[in-house]
């Protein structure tokens, strides 16, 4: 299958490229960021057709995870898929996450620093006309990564 290796490194080369950009940033005031923990990355396919998503974690500047996820259309078994440790660490890092859209050409890439609270869940949503959406909630941590 080397064909299909090259075509979802090829698929995700920008995302990889965006998400790069994002690992060393430091907050408007010159200090390093806040570091969050993530605990965990929902895929959910809103649309009527099934897709195929890259997701690719990065931690500390680091890709800890780089995954192709097959879902199945909005509504049937199979249309979300649920990502978290041991896939990728727990533990307070500057992150960055991002999803493409292998069958078409849809990708985003989230920071989860933006938020108050040291806990995020992040989600991805497939949309009903091929697009993705970010999503996240934030929480103060249960004393795991803080």
Same mark, same amino acid.
């Given at each position: 299958?080397?064909?299909?290796?090259?075509?979802?490194?090829?698929?995700?080369?920008?995302?990889?490229?965006?998400?790069?950009?994002?690992?060393?940033?430091?907050?408007?005031?010159?200090?390093?960021?806040?570091?969050?923990?993530?605990?965990?990355?929902?895929?959910?396919?809103?649309?009527?057709?099934?897709? @195929? =998503?890259?997701? $690719?974690?990065?931690?500390?500047? *680091?890709?800890?995870?780089?995954?192709?996820? &097959?879902?199945? /259309? +909005?509504?049937?078994?199979?249309?979300?898929?649920?990502?978290?440790?041991?896939?990728?660490?727990?533990?307070?890092?500057?992150?960055?996450?991002?999803?493409?859209?292998?069958?078409?050409?849809?990708?985003?890439?989230?920071?989860? @620093? =933006?938020?108050? $609270?040291?806990?995020?869940?992040? *989600?991805?949503?497939?949309?009903?006309?091929? &697009?993705?959406? /970010? +999503?996240?909630?934030?929480?103060?941590?249960?004393?795991?990564?803080?």
């Amino acid at each position: 299958m080397p064909s299909t290796r090259r075509r979802f490194l090829g698929a995700t080369a920008g995302t990889t490229a965006a998400l790069v950009s994002l690992a060393g940033c430091t907050g408007s005031d010159g200090n390093p960021p806040d570091r969050p923990v993530v605990e965990r990355v929902g895929l959910r396919n809103h649309d009527d057709t099934a897709h @195929r =998503v890259a997701l $690719h974690v990065e931690v500390d500047g *680091t890709v800890e995870h780089w995954t192709s996820y &097959d879902l199945a /259309p +909005a509504g049937e078994d199979g249309g979300a898929a649920t990502i978290e440790p041991p896939a990728f660490p727990a533990e307070e890092a500057i992150w960055a996450v991002g999803v493409r859209l292998l069958d078409g050409d849809a990708q985003t890439t989230v920071d989860p @620093r =933006v938020h108050d $609270h040291t806990c995020k869940v992040l *989600t991805f949503r497939v949309t009903d006309d091929a &697009d993705i959406e /970010p +999503a996240s909630t934030s929480h103060e941590c249960d004393g795991g990564g803080e």
